[in-house]
């Protein structure tokens, strides 16, 4: 399977509107790849809150009908990352949009952990509550995003799941991009799968981004890793090694479930 990861720059002065078209060709520059990934947010940024409510969209606005189009046009399954979406009945959330290569929409995930403490998303966004998968030729995907990386028992959710390949466009920050590189490698150790974690570059809500958008193996091999400016990075792997590294080292197997709470001391 070839995927490309586009690492975009959002920084501020690039108007949404640009911004959506410039990605959109950046997306059918990518025909040759069986998937693509955006970033999480990257019309706004991700830090940029006073923008969330102002650019947010319902889940088939403008975002979608040029993300929709532009999968279609280059024929490749498509994580068109993440948008402030605006949910007529509700409070915005932070959305993911899949969509097939003829275009149409397959998933949509609601980020379930909010950054932020007692802000910005935090309290802007509402929580999902979904787990969600996609099913691609060769691989299952599991879909979750940025600050979703710090709790392992979401991934454990989407093993559970069928999920082989795990996704995590992010918006994540460079004071903390040791953290993203670890995590990375860690849930792909731990769940025996392979991630593909695309972040953003530039800076928005006056925080730099990390970049550093990195694939890492089932085994925790790193097979590609971006640097810090806007970047297309591309890789070709072999979804089947998922199954290998499970038959080989079945740790998973192993797992004990349903543990009883810590008695109390004597």
Same mark, same amino acid.
């Given at each position: 399977?070839?995927? &490309?990861?586009?690492?975009?720059?959002?920084?501020?002065?690039?108007?949404?509107?640009?911004?959506?078209?410039?990605?959109?060709?950046?997306?059918? +520059?990518?025909?040759?790849?069986?998937?693509?990934?955006?970033?999480?947010?990257?019309? !706004? #940024?991700?830090?940029?809150?006073?923008?969330?409510?102002?650019?947010?969209?319902?889940?088939?606005?403008?975002?979608?009908?040029?993300?929709?189009?532009?999968?279609?046009?280059?024929?490749?399954?498509?994580?068109?990352? &993440?948008?402030?979406?605006?949910?007529?009945?509700?409070?915005?959330?932070?959305?993911? $949009?899949?969509? &097939?290569? &003829?275009?149409?929409?397959?998933?949509?995930?609601?980020?379930?952990?909010?950054?932020?403490? +007692?802000?910005?998303?935090?309290?802007?966004?509402?929580?999902?509550?979904?787990?969600?998968?996609?099913?691609?030729?060769?691989? !299952?995907?599991?879909?979750?995003?940025?600050?979703?990386?710090?709790?392992?028992?979401?991934?454990? #959710?989407?093993? +559970?799941?069928?999920?082989?390949? $795990?996704?995590?466009?992010?918006?994540?920050?460079?004071?903390?991009?040791?953290?993203?590189?670890?995590?990375?490698?860690?849930?792909?150790?731990?769940?025996?799968?392979?991630?593909?974690?695309?972040?953003?570059?530039?800076?928005?809500?006056?925080?730099?981004?990390?970049?550093?958008?990195?694939?890492?193996?089932?085994?925790? +091999?790193?097979?590609?890793?971006?640097?810090?400016?806007?970047?297309? $990075? !591309?890789?070709?792997?072999?979804?089947?090694?998922?199954? !290998?590294?499970?038959?080989?080292?079945?740790?998973?197997?192993?797992?004990?479930?349903?543990?009883?709470?810590?008695?109390?001391?004597?």
């Amino acid at each position: 399977m070839r995927a &490309s990861l586009i690492q975009i720059a959002v920084d501020e002065g690039e108007s949404v509107e640009f911004r959506r078209r410039r990605v959109a060709a950046l997306v059918r +520059d990518q025909a040759d790849s069986d998937l693509v990934v955006l970033p999480e947010l990257w019309t !706004t #940024g991700a830090f940029a809150y006073e923008e969330f409510g102002r650019e947010a969209e319902p889940l088939e606005g403008a975002t979608y009908e040029v993300m929709a189009k532009a999968a279609s046009e280059a024929g490749v399954w498509l994580h068109a990352g &993440s948008i402030p979406e605006r949910d007529p009945d509700g409070p915005l959330y932070n959305t993911s $949009l899949v969509f &097939s290569p &003829s275009g149409d929409l397959v998933a949509a995930y609601r980020k379930i952990h909010r950054f932020g403490f +007692d802000k910005g998303e935090a309290v802007l966004m509402g929580a999902g509550q979904d787990l969600v998968t996609v099913r691609l030729p060769g691989t !299952t995907l599991g879909v979750a995003t940025c600050y979703d990386l710090r709790f392992p028992e979401l991934f454990r #959710g989407l093993v +559970d799941a069928g999920a082989e390949t $795990l996704v995590i466009p992010a918006g994540w920050p460079e004071r903390r991009r040791a953290h993203w590189t670890l995590l990375a490698k860690a849930r792909a150790v731990e769940n025996q799968a392979f991630v593909l974690a695309c972040g953003t570059s530039g800076t928005n809500g006056r925080v730099p981004q990390a970049g550093h958008s990195i694939v890492v193996d089932p085994w925790g +091999d790193v097979v590609a890793e971006a640097g810090a400016g806007e970047q297309v $990075l !591309t890789v070709e792997f072999d979804p089947g090694r998922v199954a !290998t590294i499970r038959e080989q080292f079945p740790a998973l197997k192993d797992r004990v479930l349903g543990l009883a709470p810590p008695r109390r001391g004597l």
